[in-house]
């Protein structure tokens, strides 16, 4: 089946949907990350930095907005993935009523072991260029200070799970759970305008 312009300015919409919530909230995580000049630096992906590449090259290279990574994966060696997800708050009965969700961002860190020590190019207090933390629990601090307590929709995301693990014997892993309220998906577009639904009929 043949692609037409119709077909990919269709597409491209979906994008700014504002009946999705995933696209839009995966959106703004992915400007925070790219513009976090730490957090790219902590990725340490040696083939793009002696490239100067932009940050938004980071994206779908070292940053990922869902949660695989190849297994040989020769680029880089330190990923971010992040996922989103939400479900409607109250019982089955009190749904047709409740205008509120409980959305979580998740984030996946995984460095391969033998990244994991972080050194400087230049020397801290008393000559010191290792920084004595692993690369996935450094990734983990940095993005603990950008996304907790961080407004979203009207509700501000809080921390609430911190969990270390492993993929394989290659790569450390550190998954991060945030957590808020907000909207739950009260818009839906009409004859090509966004129109607020009763939420007696958003089921």
Request: charged share 30%; net charge negative; hydrophobic share 35%.
């Amino acid at each position: 089946m043949e692609w037409t312009d119709e077909d990919t300015a269709y597409f491209a919409s979906l994008a700014n949907d504002v009946e999705d919530d995933n696209s839009k909230l995966k959106k703004e995580i992915k400007e925070k990350l790219i513009s976090n000049k730490y957090i790219l630096k902590a990725l340490d992906n040696k083939q793009l930095e002696e490239a100067e590449a932009d940050p938004d090259e980071y994206f779908g290279r070292s940053i990922m907005p869902y949660y695989i990574v190849h297994p040989t994966q020769v680029e880089a060696n330190n990923f971010i993935c992040f996922e989103t997800r939400f479900e409607r708050i109250g019982t089955r009965d009190m749904r047709n009523t409740m205008e509120q969700k409980r959305q979580q961002i998740v984030f996946y860190i995984l460095c391969e072991q033998k990244n994991q020590a972080v050194t400087t190019d230049t020397e801290l207090s008393g000559g010191i260029t290792d920084l004595g933390i692993a690369r996935h629990d450094l990734l983990a601090s940095l993005l603990i200070h950008e996304f907790n307590f961080y407004p979203f929709k009207g509700g501000k995301a809080r921390l609430i799970a911190d969990v270390p693990s492993t993929t394989d014997d290659n790569y450390a892993c550190r998954t991060l759970t945030f957590e808020f309220y907000t909207d739950a998906n009260l818009v839906k577009t009409v004859n090509g305008e966004p129109q607020l639904i009763n939420k007696l009929y958003a089921k």
